[in-house]
């Protein structure tokens, strides 16, 4: 009886609940890019971020949304997909601005040059739009002409969520090839792991398809792992050479 009387209660808590973890996937994913986004714009120098960061992401987003159409998950994680290519898209445009700002007398790249010597490294963030656009058209047109095939369907969800899981890697591989986490912002790490530990979590309990746990788990991996270069690399920096450039000079991927 006590039960039935607290019912008027536990439903809409239960229900608020649902609608706030709702809006932390939605949402939750693009919040580790601010601090990263207010470094660059202050000081104005993009090169601790790695912009194949924002590749992996839109390309595993990109290829999640076409899943959907194949096989329908939960709303919060398409949506969440549609707000982090706007993200990622934020991201490159900043990115491209001060790169090319501090580059004096460099021969501007284009993505219609083709070029692959110089992929992901174009001189205006419209270049980076007609990538994305271009790719999103063929993925799409590929996907509409398969869409009937069970194993094409499955095959493109994990090709999504392998994609997503690689997200730290250029990060990582960065960091190992300058021997340096200088210019990466360590409070955007600190949210990947734990925004990758609540989604995680949040797959498994909602039966999400096991494509999204098998991602979450990888992510929060490599997390760990550019963390444990960051307190590494603090402990025990990289002695600079005699006639070595200035850090800001190096090339991120």
Known sequence: MEAEGLDWLLVPLQQLVSWGAAAAMVF??????????????????AE????????????ANILRILFWFGRHFESPLLWQSVVM???????LRLCTEVRVANELNVKRRFFADLDPHHFWRW?????????????????????YLSIDSALFVETLGFLAVLTEAML???QLYRNHRLQSTEGMSIKMVLMWTSG???KTAY????????QFSVCGLLQVLVDLAILGQAYAFTRHPLKPAPHATHPASAKAL
């Not at 601790?48 to 390309?59: A, D, E, I, K, R």
């Open 28 to 45: 939750g994913g693009v919040v580790p890019y601010i601090p990263q986004y207010r470094d660059i714009r202050r000081t104005q120098n």
């Open 48 to 59: 601790g971020f790695s912009t194949y960061v924002c590749l992996v992401l839109l390309v």
């Open 85 to 91: 290519i706007l993200t990622m898209l934020l991201m």
């Open 168 to 170: 730290g890697v250029p």
């Open 196 to 198: 990758d530990t609540f």
């Open 203 to 210: 797959f498994l309990l909602n039966g999400a398809p096991l």
């Open 123 to 143: 001189s205006s963030f419209g270049d980076y739009v007609q990538c994305v656009l271009a790719f999103t058209g063929v993925a799409g047109y590929v996907t």
